[in-house]
RNA sequence: GCCGCGGUGGCGGAACUGGUUUACGCACAGCACUCAAAAUGCUGUGGACGCAAGUCCAUGUGGGUUCAAAUCCCACCCGCGGCACCA
């Protein structure tokens, strides 16, 4: 019979969709396991081989995890708003809503054809207003607990996609999505206070499994900096300045000061002489900005101010300069400039012929400045003592003098959370002019008053109040035009409709907040969904939370490292502390898959032209795609799609085929031992691959056994056992070959193969015969072999009595099952 | 510049708790089947020299540790990813 893998797969197909294989129980007595992998944006262009290598990575593992008797949480959804299906909408009028049902049918349908084994009774959509409900909920308890504030601020603009972005959406001065220059706008925009878990988010890596690069992705994000505050009294009056260092023990170093040109305190220092060339200056530096300063060459401008500063410890006079090198949004906008120690204070120096001191000893600072470690010179009472301890003596000396204080500085800024968009959950906020006018605020109404803040709340939100919880969710208004206004509204401001509606405090019109939520914003908290996607009165019943979270592995793409993983983290350890979320971090568990590129060794895109879809290789069959997509390296790696290498594959089950096909018609009773104990090492071995997330050698070790019993007899039982071991890789030619052993439906309900650990022991070895570390014979011994007798077998072997021939042997080493080395 | 990961045949990759380098597959070559081709099967395939048995050399480069290094250490080169006037 000929194998036609498009009939099985029709068959089956149509058979476990009626007879459902394998549920997620909630409470059930099994222990749990929760595998999760990122869900996908649903787009147009229908699901591609990238994806399917992805899914199929967890698909064999999750069914692994099943088969071990595990309760398996492994559910599938849709992160379905976002831009590519407005544009789409917007050039052909068809709604969102409508071209989102499309893509996700689409998905599922090509999903289920791949044998993707989800929960689909647990299937979540972010669209969905039943899910963005919980969404907008979420944002305002975040609201309530003083962590979302509104601020006008410049944003990074896209002029073509006419929306604001958060700093991650900016690549290299370019959106992210369309590659145009981002250029800034001033708008009030709603922020969540990330960096209020900052902390907490670096600190709590300790407690998860991550890869190492994730770990430092996130850990450099975060950014976090410990230093001091030290305050630089002006020299004609009482104010000081603050600057943030890391290095106090260089403070004798400090030749100038420089502010940052936006630094609030730069205009009063400004000498009447000095005040043409700075304001120039100034002017010319805002400009610089507007057209990225960054990416300009980095030359150490500035000019003096004609002001002075004092070194706080020893008085000298520390000429002020206004510098661009300095910038307003890390620590206090000014620095004290060291250009001994630091190389863009040295270069400062260099072009404006300041004084290079050495303070601390073991450079050479005529060349370049010495950030390293050393004893302390040049600096008062603090000479000779080693840099870690001056930084203390000098912190301690400071906090006397009501100088200093410790302070801890982050890189990372607080998520802007408004976008000027149609397609996202609408920000369930209302702005009363009335209330705000009298500077009334959320907290100061009867709920605000008995609500307990975890965070202090910000100023600034007068006039803003959350739209009462029993109204949620505020529904996406149907509009005429998905067009983004281009002035920095949604299109939703003008919907007359939906921006009119009552203010809940005083009861006067109001107007709802247009913008809308990032696409950031459903992915972040959707794997608690899941454990009870269809529950009405709270995000997800806690039990079920407790019983499923965390989640065991989850599994996604480099991209999201420090977007999607820091913010959906964020979320749950807020969703923590409000208790309505268990445990402090939502990921036990975190692998990052490859890529899979083109044929062409490109990026698959539709405008490359190199997109490979299920559908195109579907005359080989789709058990065939999953054993190839994991067949062609470690999960992690990037590959080039190979037509050639996946008729290999198919090579492969076609001769599988035959033979499990003429195995079942012998009927054979009882297999020689030598298969058995292929049989079960395959067991053991491809087993333990799965565990380890090594796909690629689980699927070599699945055809060398083939190469390896081909022609060869074997019994009913090792066949059933070879038959489950290969079901997670091919859950089609598994289960035909199943019906035709008339074994009760399905291989997939059954578990997991045992392995006779006494069977596989090696009886025999190769024993390896070195001289001098290198091979030289290599002789079949029994294992197990003694020290003695392997030195007896090797000195009578003739290939190494030639060589050793009026040689003098040092030394024998002997390692036990593997190798003698002879030393000669 | 800093942080993380990697560099093994013509190609994708195995082997990394130090102990047979190149599993498995692709590609290629020869043979069989065929009028022929495709498909399939069998055989071969790291490099150099050799008719051969065989010998020598090979895991980015150069050193080191070790009886023994793809694996550990040092320096360097190259590639990928992240961060970056971060004070």
Redesign the pocket.
């Known amino acids: 019979m000929m194998y036609n893998p498009q009939k099985i797969e029709q068959k089956w197909q149509k058979i476990w969709e009626k007879e459902k294989l394998v549920e997620a129980v909630d409470f059930s007595k099994k222990s749990k396991f929760y595998a999760l992998v990122e869900f996908p944006y649903p787009s147009g262009e229908g699901l591609h081989v990238g994806h399917a290598f992805t899914f199929t990575l967890m698909d064999i593992f999750a069914r692994k995890k099943r088969m071990e008797g595990k309760n398996v949480l492994y559910p599938m959804g849709w992160d379905a708003f976002g831009l590519p299906t407005e544009n789409y909408a917007l050039k052909t009028g068809i709604h969102p809503k409508v071209v989102t049902q499309e893509s996700t049918d689409r998905f599922k349908e090509q999903m289920k054809r791949l044998a993707f084994d989800y929960n689909w009774n647990r299937e979540v959509n972010t669209t969905d207003p039943n899910y963005y409900k919980w969404t907008q909920w979420i944002f305002e308890k975040l609201f309530k607990h003083g962590l979302a504030y509104k601020k006008e601020m410049d944003i990074n603009w896209c002029p073509s996609c006419k929306i604001g972005l958060a700093n ?1 959406e900016v ?1 290299d001065g370019r959106c992210e999505r369309c590659g145009t220059k981002a250029t800034k706008k001033k708008l009030s925009q709603w922020l969540l206070k990330i960096t209020a878990y900052a902390d907490r988010l670096a600190d709590e890596l300790d407690l998860v499994d991550f890869p ?2 994730v770990i ?2 996130q850990r ?2 975060i ?1 976090r ?1 410990e ?1 001091i505050e030290i305050s630089f009294p002006l020299s004609e009056t009482e104010r000081v300045i603050p ?5 106090p023990d260089t403070l004798f170093g400090t030749s100038f000061f420089v502010l ?1 040109p936006e630094h609030p305190q730069l205009k009063e220092l400004i000498k009447p002489e000095h005040k043409k060339e700075v304001e120039k200056y100034i002017k010319e530096a805002k400009e610089k900005m507007e057209l990225e ?2 990416a ?1 060459t ?3 401008t500035g000019v003096f101010t004609g002001s002075y500063i004092l070194n706080p410890l020893s008085g000298e006079k520390i000429p002020i300069f206004v510098a ?10 000014a ?2 400039g ?1 250009p001994g120690h ?1 190389q ?1 204070d040295w270069e400062f120096a260099k072009k404006h012929n300041l004084e290079i001191r050495e303070v601390i000893s073991g450079g050479n600072i005529k060349k370049e400045a010495y950030p390293g470690e050393g004893k302390l010179v040049n600096s008062g009472k603090y000479n000779g003592l080693f840099f870690q301890e001056a930084k203390e003596k000098i912190y301690e000396d400071l906090k006397e003098k009501g100088l200093a204080r410790k302070r801890i ?1 982050y ?1 990372i800024r607080d998520w802007i959370f408004s976008r000027q968009h149609y397609w996202g959950e609408p920000i369930p906020m209302i702005f009363c002019q009335n209330c705000a006018q009298k500077g009334i605020t959320f907290w100061d109404t009867e709920e605000g008053k008995n609500f307990k803040s975890l965070f202090k709340i910000s100023e600034g939100l007068a006039g803003w109040f959350p739209v009462p919880e029993n109204q949620l969710p505020v529904e996406l208004p149907e509009v005429e035009k998905y067009e983004p206004t281009g002035t920095g509204k949604s299109p939703l401001a003008a919907i007359k409709d939906f921006v009119k509606t009552k203010c809940p405090f005083c009861g006067s019109e109001a107007l709802r907040e247009t913008d809308t939520m990032p696409n950031w914003a459903g992915s972040s908290w959707y794997f608690l969904r899941y454990c009870d996607p269809k529950n009405d009165h709270s995000l997800a019943d806690y039990k079920k939370l407790q019983y499923w979270m965390p989640v065991d592995i989850y599994l996604g793409g ?2 999201h ?2 977007l999607h993983l820091l913010y959906s983290r964020f979320w749950h350890k807020f969703l923590n502390d409000i208790g309505v979320a268990p445990g402090k971090e939502p990921y036990l568990k975190r692998k990052t898959h490859g890529l899979v590129l083109g044929e062409n060794g490109h990026k698959m895109s539709k405008s490359r032209g190199n997109v490979i879809t299920p559908e195109d290789v579907k005359d080989l069959g789709m058990d065939a795609l999953r054993i190839y997509l994991m ?4 999960y992690n ?4 799609w ?1 037509t ?2 996946i ?3 198919r ?2 089950l ?2 599988f085929w035959g033979w499990a096909l003429s195995q079942i018609e012998r009927k054979n009773k009882e297999s020689e031992k030598e298969i058995k104990i292929l049989v079960n090492r395959l067991i053991k071995e491809v087993g333990e691959d799965i565990d380890n997330f ?1 796909f ?2 689980a ?2 070790k699945l ?2 056994f083939l ?1 390896e019993v ?1 022609g060869k007899r074997i019994s009913k039982n090792d066949l059933v056992n070879v038959l489950k071991v290969l079901a997670p890789f091919a859950p089609y030619i598994t289960e035909e070959l199943w019906e035709k052993l008339r074994e009760e439906f399905s291989i997939h309900k059954q578990s997991w193969p045992e392995y006779d650990s006494e069977l596989i022991k090696e009886e025999k070895i ?1 024993l ?1 015969i ?1 001289i ?2 290198k ?1 030289r014979d ?1 002789i079949g011994v029994e294992a197990g072999i003694s020290e003695k007798k392997a030195k007896e077998t090797a000195l009578s072997s003739l ?1 190494i009595q030639k060589r050793i021939k009026g040689e003098k042997i040092k ?1 024998i ?1 002997f ?1 036990p099952e ?2 003698i ?1 002879i ?1 000669l």
């Open positions: 991650e690549v190492e690069s430092a992705s450099s994000w950014g900096s230093g600057v943030f260092t890391t290095r940052a300063r960054i300009e980095r030359e150490k661009d090198f300095v910038v307003m949004t890390y620590g206090t906008g620095i004290m060291v630091d863009r500085e890189s480099a991209e490292t420090t067949f062609l390296g470690p790696g990037t590959f080039p190979s050639t290498g008729k290999g594959v090579r492969f076609e001769r090594k690629n050698t699927v070599a055809m060398k190469n081909k190769i390896i070195q001098n570390g091979v290599k290939k030394k080493i390692v593997k190798l080395n030393v």
